[in-house]
């Protein structure tokens, strides 16, 4: 294949996995800066034969294969661009899976967040061998960094999605599937899943950061909107700087359904690793507006998106063709 130059610019309730129609199955109770740095220059070599050069403040990319290679950095961060989402969907897999292994092996546990979109569609390569028999499923803990408020078994319900997609197709312990109180308003619903989090960190399953406070999961999976926006955190949206809950609410969403709960940023970013996966050509701007040199006043929640530890991008050609 012929290269061709791009250049970048610097009471909560735990769900019994079962059928989402069985939504009255018993249920478990319990009781119990935001913005990036800036971009970093530096010139980068690839295995696949993919290689990044700095030069006048902008970055030339080669792709010699559909492989990944890694684009530029920003601050901890780094971008994988693919020709083909087919091969995104393999290089996230394996991602997921030597996370999965390494903290399993290191505490008995991993903790993993879901998110909306076309995020499951990518994790499908778990669901294939050789990740389907390798991996601990044992291990896992499942998490939402939003949902909406709807039942269920619900078409726009998040767990709907990530049950058929997903969970449904692999043995992770039905205890270990934490989906929201869906009985309850929008704010009873966060309030509930807040609760659950620091039981959950009260019986060591989930970790704290010593930096923020707030909960430290293993693996954060997120999309990206159209928009620019993150779990259900959207652009010019008050929650975008709610600091101290770790579940909040939204009524007004701009997208439907209205009412969901989200994860607030601290949350977010307290994760020991991020996965921004984003396909399309629709989401090139956003993907621009990120990784690019434009100086947004008022940044996208994508922008907003800063873990404490590692951060990558798994874009294909279509989300990062304006770069």
Known sequence: MASSPLQFSTPFRTLLLSSPSLRKSPRLPFHPSLFS???????????????????????????????????MEKGKGKVEVFDYEENLSVSLAKYTADLAAKFSKEKGSFTVVLSGGSLIK?????????????IDWSTWHV?????????????????????????????????NVYAINDALSAEGAADDYET?????????????????????????????????????LFPGHPLVKENEKWVTFIKDSPKPPPERITFTFPVINSSAHIALVICGAGKAGPVHSALGNSQNSDPLPVQMVSPEGE???FLDKDAASKL
Request: charged content about 20%; proline content about 7%.
């Open 37 to 71: 740095p800036p971009l970093t220059q530096k010139t980068l070599t690839f295995s696949t034969g993919t290689r990044a050069v700095s030069g006048s403040g902008k970055f030339y990319w080669r792709a010699k294969a559909s492989m990944a290679g890694t684009a």
């Open 196 to 232: 659950c989090l620091k039981h959950l960190v009260k019986s060591n399953v989930l970790s704290v950061s010593t930096a923020t406070g707030f909960p430290k999961f293993d693996l954060m999976l997120l999309g990206m909107g159209p928009d620019g926006h993150v779990a259900s």
């Open 122 to 134: 990518s994790l499908r390569k778990l669901v294939e061998p050789p990740y389907v028999d390798a």
């Open 311 to 313: 951060l990558v991008w």
């Open 143 to 175: 998490f939402w960094v939003d949902e909406r408020v709807v039942p269920k078994d619900h078409d726009d319900s998040n767990y709907k999605l990530a049950f058929d997609g997903f969970l449904s197709k692999v043995p992770i312990l039905p205890g």
